[in-house]
T-cell receptor
Framework: DTAVSQTPKYLVTQMGNDKSIKCEQNLGHDTMYWYKQDSKKFLKIMFS???????INETVPNRFSPKSPDKAHLNLHINSLELGDSAVYFC???????????????FGPGTRLLVL | DAKTTQPPSMDCAEGRAANLPCNHSTISGNEYVYWYRQIHSQGPQYIIHGLKNNETNEMASLIITEDRKSSTLILPHATLRDTAVYYCIVRAYNTDKLIFGTGTRLQVFP
């Protein structure tokens, strides 16, 4: 069984459209993340949610809105897509062990977004 | 910004040990050293982490110098499937933010 899954795997869309990427984890983790890997292969964190609460919100345009309906899901909605949004988006999850410590992060396979 | 420095690329013969260095000279007392790898644009995969002591698991060994300013990831018997980009990351105890640098591209050749 896949631990962290993402859909779709590939997404090709036009500029200006609104799209969503879904992420699900079956590891029982309470924290989920979104990362963006651009064409130069730099991997940067965008958001993290712990128990459906937003914890990390990096400098990301407000066209990007994460939504966590429950602890096992963290979706990423992107409004008014731009050419520069083309990238690979990775979801990840981990378990909070208390005292500020977080266990290791497990990553999904990625969603390759191409904006034309 | 990443707090680590790694060589951009390395080669290793199949079956030999791959030793990947990482410099983290500004590491502070409550920061861990983590290693992840990314195989051909798949999701990053956790390898190992440590604080002060050397660590070993089924994938690799992590050697941290006594002053903690550098570390080495050792893949004892590299295979072609170990070809990947290896990221050394310093993470504070009280944060879950992983800051990825540019990593080392390891090429294992037959």
């Amino acid at each position: 069984d896949t631990a962290v899954s993402q859909t779709p795997k590939y997404l090709v869309t036009q500029m200006g459209n609104d799209k969503s990427i879904k992420c699900e984890q079956n590891l029982g983790h309470d924290t989920m993340y979104w990362y963006k890997q651009d064409s130069k292969k730099f991997l940067k964190i965008m958001f993290s949610y712990n128990n459906k609460e937003l914890i990390i919100n990096e400098t990301v345009p407000n066209r990007f809105s994460p939504k966590s309906p429950d602890k096992a899901h963290l979706n990423l909605h992107i409004n008014s897509l731009e050419l520069g949004d083309s990238a690979v988006y990775f979801c990840a999850s981990s378990h909070y062990t208390g005292g500020g410590d977080q266990e290791t992060q497990y990553f999904g396979p990625g969603t390759r977004l191409l904006v034309l | 910004d990443a707090k680590t420095t790694q060589p951009p690329s390395m080669d290793c013969a199949e079956g030999r040990a791959a030793n990947l260095p990482c410099n983290h000279s500004t590491i502070s007392g409550n920061e861990y050293v983590y290693w992840y790898r990314q195989i051909h644009s798949q999701g990053p995969q956790y390898i190992i982490h440590g604080l002060k002591n050397n660590e070993t698991n089924e994938m690799a060994s992590l050697i941290i110098t006594e002053d903690r300013k550098s570390s080495t990831l050792i893949l004892p018997h590299a295979t072609l499937r170990d070809t990947a980009v290896y990221y050394c990351i310093v993470r504070a105890y009280n944060t879950d933010k992983l800051i990825f640098g540019t990593g080392t591209r390891l090429q294992v050749f037959p």
